[in-house]
């Protein structure tokens, strides 16, 4: 299974963040896979954002629920995330990732793109 981000690199504040994953070599809809995304802010460690599971059903980090929407185009086989409302601290590099089960450990990763959040 491979993982492709996609988007603009640069947002201004108080903008909707929107990034495409798509996926090849893998159906989003096969039973028990789960398609997060998670961020890097610069100098800090891995945050996870939310996911969209392979029956469609979503769920997101509470601290980033109110400003969070994942969804998914089957007939594309990509899923998608909208983060509403940016500010500079939501800066960071995006990554899409899968994981088999219900599971923190994800076995494939996109390479990650990075969004600013700048006037």
């Known amino acids: 299974v491979q993982l492709q981000e996609s988007g603009p690199g640069l947002v201004k504040p108080s903008q909707t963040l929107s990034l495409t994953c798509t996926v090849s070599?893998?159906?989003?809809?096969?039973?028990?896979?789960?398609w997060s995304w998670i961020r890097q802010p610069p100098g800090k460690g891995l945050e996870w954002i939310g996911y969209?599971?392979?029956?469609?059903?979503?769920y997101y980090s509470p601290s980033l629920k109110s400003r969070t929407s994942i969804s998914r185009d089957t007939s594309n086989n990509q899923f998608s995330l909208q983060l509403s409302s940016v500010t500079p601290e939501d800066t960071a590099v995006y990554y899409c990732?899968?994981?088999?089960?219900?599971?923190?450990?994800?076995?494939?990763w996109g390479q990650g793109t990075q969004v600013t959040v700048s006037p």
């Open positions: 990732a899968a994981a088999v089960g219900y599971t923190a450990y994800y076995a494939y």
């Open positions: 969209i599971n392979y029956s469609g059903s979503t």
């Open positions: 070599g893998g159906s989003i809809t096969t039973n028990y896979y789960y």
